[in-house]
């Protein structure tokens, strides 16, 4: 199973941008989200964006994985 991770653009150069990802900053490749623009939310696998995610979209997704994580520590 994969699984993508959202992530917020913070700038972009060439084919590729500077993502936060829950406070921690890395460059992914975003030639497969052309689309992308600096403060835009994307879905991140394997060090690519791979699919443009509006912000509602990224937060359900991390309150999931927060009940998730919850429900495994008990």
């Not at 084919?15 to 497969?32: F, M, P, Q, R, Y």
């Not at 835009?40 to 359900?60: K, P, R, T």
Request: hydrophobic share 45%; glycine share 6%.
């Amino acid at each position: 199973m994969c699984l993508a991770i959202p992530s917020k653009i913070l700038s972009i150069k060439g084919n590729t941008a500077e993502i936060d990802v829950g406070g921690n900053t890395k460059e992914v490749n975003i030639t497969l989200t052309p689309e992308a623009k600096v403060g835009d939310y994307v879905l991140l696998h394997a060090g690519f964006a791979i699919n443009v995610i509006d912000e509602q979209a990224a937060e359900e997704i991390f309150d999931a994985w927060e009940e998730a994580y919850a429900a495994l520590q008990k």
